[in-house]
């Protein structure tokens, strides 16, 4: 059964940091290219980051620089440490192997919620 949990939001002010946590299940995580997805009040789901199933990251220009990814595979954990946090990172924050979409990617978690103030 697939399941992925997230963990680790909060509210913080600008310039924080915090550190993501999905503990996934169900699948051979350690051969899956895996990411970090964020959902920001009215806006679509968007990628903000992922590792290969090899450790190779890949950022989107808006947190790149202030963000790395990485997995921990005998846990089948994915992490997101977000350093400089800005008030436009608000969001619900959501892992999910690399491609997902909302239309074709049953498994979403509950997410975990980011909110930073200026």
């Known amino acids: 059964q697939v399941q992925l949990v997230e963990s680790g939001g909060g509210s913080v002010q600008a310039g924080g940091s915090l550190e993501l946590s999905c503990l996934v299940s169900?699948?051979?995580?350690?051969?899956?290219?895996m990411a970090w997805f964020r959902q920001a009040p009215g806006k679509e789901r968007e990628a903000v980051a992922l590792?290969?199933?090899?450790?190779?990251?890949t950022y989107t220009a808006s947190v790149k620089g202030r963000s790395a990814i990485s997995r921990v595979n005998s846990k089948s954990t994915l992490y997101l440490q977000m350093s400089n946090l800005k008030p436009e990172d608000t969001a619900v924050y959501y892992c999910?192997?690399?491609?997902?979409?909302?239309?074709?990617?049953?498994?979403w978690g509950q997410g975990t919620q980011v909110t930073v103030s200026s």
């Open positions: 590792v290969e199933a090899d450790g190779d990251p």
């Open positions: 169900g699948y051979t995580f350690g051969s899956m290219c």
């Open positions: 999910a192997p690399c491609g997902a979409t909302v239309r074709t990617y049953a498994y």
